[in-house]
Every structure is written in C-alpha cells, then in structure tokens.
C-alpha cells in the first residue's frame, strides 16, 4: 500500500497503521506535534516516522485532520478499543446530554469538537486557546472572592439533588439554606447591600 509522499506500508505496517488509529482515537491526540509525538511514544517510533504515519491515518479517514473547529476533540472512545467507557462514562454523559446522542458518542466512539460540544450541552462556554490563561485565572478570581461557602452548598445540593426525588430535593435544599443563613457571609452580604459596598466574604 502506498502512503503519503512515497511512503510504501506492508501488511505489517497496515496493521500498525490500525492499532495507532485505536491508539490516537482512545487517546483523543489525533492532531498536529501533540499527536506525532505521542504516537511516537507509544509505538517506538522516530518523530519522523510517526509524523508520515500520523498522516497516513488522516488519508484513510482514520483520525480527523484539522478544521475550523481547532485541534481540540472531546469524547468517550474506548469502543475504539473493544471498551466501554469507564469512570462512569456510560452514566454521566446521558444525565448529561440526551440519552441517544450520548449513545451515538459512546458507541461510534466518535470526537466531537469544541463548538459541537458546546451546542450539545457538554461544555457551558469555549475560550479561544490564546485567552485561556486569561480567562482562567480571572473566572478564579471571581469564584474565590465570592461567597465561597454558599458556592460549595449550591454545587452539594445540585450534585446530591439529582440524584434524589423532587421532593427530597427541595428539603436538602431548604437544609442548605438554613445553614447559610446561620454563616458570617450572610450577614457580611446583607450588610455590604444595605451600606452599597462590595461585599467582603470570608468562607465562613
């Protein structure tokens, strides 16, 4: 079989041709230096070697090649690998996303990209790579200066809660705020509204 710029494969190589399309897919590094070398890693290859390899796949339509989406892919594709997902892959994703299409993921084992998987509920926002830092550290900032007790009982109650009935729910949630209402935040928060300051929340 003849590959990209000349490079002949034998039935040997066709068949490390397949076990690194496994191998990227599973990884989910199916793009640029990140995935030449990673291929090169695992496979014992020279840099150079992985990269017509890595090229080869993207030919048969074995690994995605760049597009406007970028380099990044998000998925489950332990299927690639006669897996199913663990670290409760196959019971996450449905409780996150509609049951068919999570199975469409998980079964195919096929990536989606940033913009799909925002479209598709998976992520709530994408950041350009070159303001990720930025953005990061100031969406930080603002997290740690709230009120960070109140941040930790609204993630308890939303997490606990859905795995309760509706009405369990609602009391732990009526539990949490009794709580809150107890705290030194809340009276920092009321009293910085009523004096129109910003507020200064000590976790507590």
Do not use: C, W
């Not at 066709?14 to 496979?43: H, K, M, P």
């Not at 030919?59 to 663990?86: I, M």
């Not at 790579?129 to 997290?143: C, D, G, I, Q, Y």
């Not at 930790?152 to 949490?176: D, F, Q, T």
């Amino acid at each position: 079989m003849n590959g990209p710029g000349g490079m002949v494969l034998d039935g040997n190589a066709v068949r490390s041709v397949d076990r690194a399309a496994a191998l990227l897919l599973a990884l989910g590094e199916s793009q640029g230096e990140a995935g030449v070398t990673e291929l090169a890693r695992r496979l014992g290859l020279h840099k150079s070697t992985a990269s017509r390899l890595l090229a080869t796949l993207q030919k048969r339509g074995l690994v995605e090649q760049d597009d406007e989406t970028g380099k990044y892919r998000l998925g489950l594709a332990e299927v690639n690998l006669g897996l199913s997902p663990g670290m409760g892959g196959t019971q996450r994703l449905p409780r996150l996303i509609p049951k068919s299409r999570a199975l469409h993921m998980m079964v195919t084992g096929d990536p989606v990209g940033p913009d799909q998987a925002l479209q598709a509920g998976i992520v709530d926002r994408v950041i350009p790579e070159e303001n990720l830092v930025e953005e990061t550290m100031s969406h930080a900032r603002k997290l740690a200066g709230g009120p960070t007790m109140a941040q930790g009982y609204i993630k308890l109650s939303v997490n606990m809660g859905l795995e309760m009935s509706l009405a369990e729910g609602l009391a732990l949630e009526r539990a949490h705020q009794n709580q809150l209402f107890a705290s030194e935040d809340v009276a920092e928060g009321l009293k910085a509204f009523l004096e129109k300051r910003p507020p200064k929340y000590q976790g507590r």
